[in-house]
């Protein structure tokens, strides 16, 4: 007779997680052997991958928190399994979801609105449904930072579309994209090596292995180093990780699961850049937009390409980052009919370990006869900074599911309740440079300028590389916190300093500089309690899901009050299954985010974030079934109205606020608020119709409309000190000296004024932004170039006042408009209004050609809508950036046998843009509608060649 835990037990499991805060994951487990008997038994909060037959996954336990059939429940939900991944030879989800998945696409910038495909080493965030999706989930619970994206831990991929606050908390309006872990299996010993080269130079190893040493305790271990390159030069991801998974079954009733994994990763990465190169026409545009319009030949050393115009200046940033993971469960059957699961985890996204790194203050491509250049060699330039950086994230959540029948068994119920709780801390530090120290190891200090940007340090002066000798970042090195440079010790140092000068109101650390403000420790509290009910009634012909859910978050750091909000969120739907192939289906959801500071931006023209962006989904739809062809899908049609959306303005593209200017931002970045509806149909299906075919299509069309109409004011921040002769000074009034002869640095010095930086024949006439009065630079070079800003003593020539209004342009600027309109009505987002993908795959299994397969995935994009920008040129028109239409087409060919009986080798080549189908996308400036870079929409062809032996 089957023993289960009397009431002491349970209330004893209720107190275990009462004690502490409350929070957990929704874990993705195969199937276990139960017992010490061989039947194989599955707790109701797992789902067996197991049972996924080709492309297809018929079940998951992301949208209720049981393991349900996607057949019977009001959602719509793509999974991506091992074999999809393994058919398009991928190893990451970034990849998958950027590239092949159909709706989704990347969320940010408008140059990032168009994928260039080949970068690899940038992490995106996506949007579903043309919303930004939020941060990815693992396992259902904590977030996953974009660098989590590898498949060493990775069982699958989710996308479940439409608004999800229910399970999820604080979720997009668009949906929640879900990784499951990998994790042991009970009765099952199997283990994979695969090692994967491309045309780039990828070199990429991977081990993955479960051992069940009883039917009481299974292990799992997986392990990935490589490297991987990309065809743009200089663009490179190393990666180092660890990942190990158990399972103990000490009674029957109980399963304690737990894992933990570590990612070392080190990325390199170019970017684009200006022609720097006094007395060619040329200088100071765009190198990607000459190379688009043919005018880049004899720039440099070599001849310029689109794999190496974005490296022509040596790499841009390097970064390395350390990302663990631990996260453990335990299942309890408290009775047949009520189960309870615990669940716990961290993660952390850490920069600590080493440091992003960048050049700042980039000279960019020096010619070997420039004056400022000593390498005599093709060079570039610049001085090291960098910031640290981090995450933490730790929580628990619980749930409890009650089965129990109404109506004498007509009316089945599932009830879970749960309740969760997390805590994430965001840390990160001033911007550090290298500054001069003393033979004592202390900082050389002038203390008269202490309240300067460096606290009265000396800067680590600009360097000079070559780039002819194939350096690839010149000195510098990652991770080093001290360089000797000229016989001269430089040290790493926070760049402001508390306790410098006197505390004031808006100061009350006392930070040197102009941007006030130390070390960042933000803490976001969120807690969670909810309960959703599964029916079956009339004899499983209706399937019903609904639940409520009330939600708390709390948001504070060192320098600003808490803000905290409070919201409910509640979800109803129902699944009609007419017949055993087609079942209508409605769903009715709320989702919530509270605003708070996104991306550290604050409101525009003042005043207060709004508490909540909140959204609302209606979704109605065919779900299909035809077992005798294993095919399933979903057609559905979708609106959600999204209320109070806080959006950052881009940085490239800030025309009120540039980012770029003298003094900089005016407190830092803008965001405003949008409320806006978007509708769009779907239609996903997948296939495995003989154990040799493999099937999936999937298309999506979108289209929205903005709500309210958005204005903002355009603000001066290039204001620069200037004397009543109108010679240009810094701030102690010395007066700016430049070379009477520009680009001739030993020609006589001459004061700088404001009748130079207006006349062309000065040589310094400014070069202003058509669309914010910017101003560039001074007759090609820089303000840093010509010793205006960024000098080692502090001295500037801006004022440091911004928000000024455009009327107090110095140089005379007006705006084309005088306001920057945001949004005004009609389409804005950035999403292709037509995408279609499609997979199709041939094995086989006997005759002449047994072993082989082959597959074709294509994907198309249409109708692309990248933004909307401000034409000048005609009229101050407001129209959209539409990009080329996206086709790309990926071939598989591999072949598979045995050998030494039990040993399984298969061998696969992926050729990506097989037709080499590319495309350039001119990228227009949103204030002025100027065209201001290019870009290519997919790499070129190229090939990677897999090797797998599984046993």
């Known amino acids: 007779m089957r023993k289960h835990p009397g009431l002491s037990a349970i209330v004893s499991a209720f107190a275990v997680f009462g004690a502490g805060s409350v929070r957990g994951q929704v874990a993705n487990q195969p199937a276990g052997v139960a017992r010490d008997t061989t039947v194989v038994t599955l707790s109701p909060f797992e789902v067996s991958t197991a049972k996924d037959v080709g492309y297809e996954s018929l079940n998951a336990n992301s949208i209720s928190g049981l393991n349900t059939s996607l057949l019977n429940v009001p959602v719509t939900a793509e999974i991506y399994n091992q074999q999809f991944y393994d058919d398009l030879g991928l190893s990451n989800s970034a990849t998958l979801l950027l590239e092949w998945a159909s709706g989704q696409s990347p969320n940010g910038k408008p140059t990032n609105g168009i994928v260039t495909p080949g970068d690899g080493v940038g992490d995106t965030p996506f949007m579903i449904r043309g919303i930004p999706a939020g941060a990815p989930r693992m396992d259902g619970f904590l977030s996953a930072a974009e660098n989590f994206l590898d498949n060493t831990s990775q069982e699958r991929t989710e996308v479940i579309r439409g608004p999800q606050s229910l399970l999820y908390g604080t979720a997009g309006a668009s949906g929640v994209i879900n990784y499951q872990s990998k994790e042991a299996v009970f009765g099952r010993n199997r283990a994979r090596l695969q090692l994967r080269i491309d045309e780039w130079g990828t070199f990429r190893t991977q081990f993955d292995a479960n051992y069940a040493v009883n039917s009481k305790l299974a292990l799992r271990a997986a392990y990935t180093r490589g490297k991987e390159d990309y065809y743009i030069e200089f663009n490179q991801k190393k990666l180092d990780a660890w990942y190990v998974a158990a399972a103990y079954r000490p009674r029957p009733w109980v399963t304690i699961r737990g894992h933990a994994g570590v990612s070392d990763v080190f990325k390199y990465r170019a970017a684009d850049s200006n022609a720097n190169l006094p007395g060619d026409p040329r200088s100071g545009q765009n190198l990607n937009l000459l190379l688009a319009r043919g005018n880049a030949a004899g720039l440099y050393f070599k001849p310029l390409d689109w794999s190496n115009v974005d490296a022509v200046a040596g790499t841009a940033s390097i970064a390395a980052y350390v990302l663990p993971n631990y996260g453990g469960t335990i299942d309890l059957e408290l009775a047949p009919w009520l189960n309870l699961r615990v669940m716990g985890g961290a993660t952390r996204y850490n920069t600590s370990k080493e440091h992003s790194f960048s050049v700042a203050n980039s000279q960019g491509v020096l010619s070997h006869s420039s004056a400022s250049n000593p390498t005599g060699k093709w060079a570039t330039g610049g001085r090291p900074s960098f910031g640290q950086f981090g995450t933490r994230q730790r929580g628990i959540r619980a749930l409890l599911d009650a089965k129990f029948d109404v109506l004498r068994g007509r009316i089945k119920n599932s009830l879970t309740i749960g309740a969760e709780s997390t805590l994430a801390e965001l840390l990160g530090s001033n911007p550090v440079n290298f500054y001069l120290v003393d033979a004592s190891g202390q900082f050389v200090v002038n203390r008269a300028n202490i309240a300067n940007n460096d606290a009265g340090r000396t800067l680590i002066p600009i360097t000079y590389w070559s780039l002819e000798d194939g350096s690839d970042f010149g000195p510098w ?16 140092g926070e760049s402001s300093i508390q306790g410098q000068v006197p505390p004031t109101p808006t100061n009350p650390g006392g930070f040197n500089g102009s941007r006030v403000g130390g070390p960042t420790h933000q803490f976001t509290w969120a807690k969670g309690y909810y309960a959703t009910l599964n029916s079956e009634m009339f004899n499983n012909r209706v399937s019903l899901l609904g639940g409520v859910r009330r939600n708390f978050q709390e948001q504070w750091n060192q320098d600003t009050s808490r803000l905290a909000v409070w919201a409910t969120t509640w979800s109803a739907g129902a699944v009609y ?16 985010a509270p605003n708070g500071a996104p991306g550290g931006a604050r409101p525009q023209n003042g005043g207060a974030y709004p508490s909540v962006n909140n959204g609302v989904g209606n979704e109605a739809g065919l779900k299909f079934s035809l077992p005798r062809f294993k095919l399933t899908g979903s057609l559905a049609a979708y609106t959600v109205d999204v209320k109070d959306s806080a959006v950052v303005l881009f940085n490239d593209s800030e025309t009120i606020d540039p980012t770029s200017a003298i003094n900089g931002n005016h407190q830092g970045r803008l965001a405003y608020f949008s409320d806006y509806s978007v509708k769009g149909a779907e239609l996903s299906v997948t296939a495995n119709p003989t154990r040799d075919w493999r099937l999936r299509l999937s298309v999506s ?41 520009a680009g001739n640095a030993s020609s006589p010095s001459i004061p700088l004024t404001v009748a130079m930086m207006k006349d062309p024949a000065s040589g310094y006439l400014a070069t202003l932004d058509t669309g914010s009065g910017r101003i560039r630079d001074l007759g090609g070079r820089s303000f840093a170039a010509l010793g205006l800003v960024g000098r080692a003593d502090g001295q500037t020539i801006g004022t440091d006042r911004t928000g000024l209004p455009i009327t107090a342009h110095q140089l005379g600027w007006i705006p084309p408009t005088p306001q920057f309109v945001v949004v005004a009505g009609g389409d804005h987002l950035s999403i292709p209004r037509l995408s279609e993908s499609a997979t199709v795959t041939r094995s086989f299994s006997e005759g002449r050609l047994k072993g082989f397969s082959t597959g074709l995935t294509v994907v198309a994009r249409q109708h692309q809508q990248a933004y909307y920008y401000v034409d000048i040129a005609d009229g101050n028109k407001r129209k959209v950036q539409f990009n080329p239409e996206q086709v790309n087409t990926n071939l598989m060919l591999s072949y598979r046998f045995k050998f030494w009986s039990r040993y399984q080798w298969t061998t696969q080549v992926n050729v990506t843009n097989l037709l080499n189908h590319r495309d350039l996308v001119f990228i227009r400036n949103v204030g002025s509608g100027v065209i201001e870079n290019a870009k290519m929409n997919t790499v070129p062809r190229s090939w990677a060649w897999t090797n797998t032996v599984e046993f």
């Open 477 to 492: 090195k990652v991770g080093a916190k001290e360089v000797v440079l000229n016989g001269n010790t430089y040290r790493a």
């Open 577 to 592: 299954h007419l017949n055993q192939y087609v079942s209508p289906y409605y769903n009715y959801s709320l989702s919530y």
């Open 701 to 741: 069309y979108n289209t929205d409309v903005a709500g309210k109409r958005v204005a903002l004011e355009r603000w001066y921040n290039d204001e620069f000190r200037v004397n009543a002769a109108g010679q240009v000074t810094f701030g102690n009034g010395t007066v700016a000296m430049v070379p009477s002869i």
